[in-house]
């Protein structure tokens, strides 16, 4: 199974936590908070985290969020076929020269969530 490969932590409001919580485990691959000191949290892989104001009238991402989360994925299509087998459909998806390629989906609250598959890191002779 495909799983995101990383983020800090992210705190966020939910209609219903426990259900968005299970979601992301089930869709994405990230581990249920921990319930106690001996459940482990979800481990992400190190690598690039791009930390972005965007200016309060973007259309990037829906006005009605604050923040919009974006996980780093190893196989973009590989990532986005496992969602379409849970009905999650993608939009906007696009490639950024040097920088990678991007999808978006919609978690079960309707929010707008980024998929990045960073681009492969220059050849050296």
């Known amino acids: 199974m ?3 490969l990383g983020i800090g932590g ?3 409001r939910a209609t219903d936590p426990a259900a968005l919580a299970q979601w992301y485990a089930d869709a994405l691959g ?3 908070p921990p319930s106690d000191m001996t459940t482990p949290p979800w481990q992400t892989e190190a690598g690039i985290c791009v930390f972005a104001p965007f200016a309060s009238d973007t259309d990037y991402f829906p006005p009605t969020q604050q923040v919009m989360l974006n996980f780093r994925v ?3 299509d590989a990532m986005l076929a496992q969602l379409a087998e849970l009905g999650v459909e993608a939009f906007n998806q696009t490639t ?3 920088v990678g390629r991007f999808a978006h989906i919609h978690d079960p609250e309707g929010n707008a969530v980024e998929l990045w598959e960073p681009a492969a890191p220059p050849e050296t002779s």
Do not use: R
């Open 30 to 32: 990230v581990a249920l």
């Open 2 to 4: 495909e799983s995101v």
């Open 74 to 76: 190893a196989n973009l």
């Open 10 to 12: 992210v705190f966020f």
């Open 96 to 98: 950024m020269e040097g």
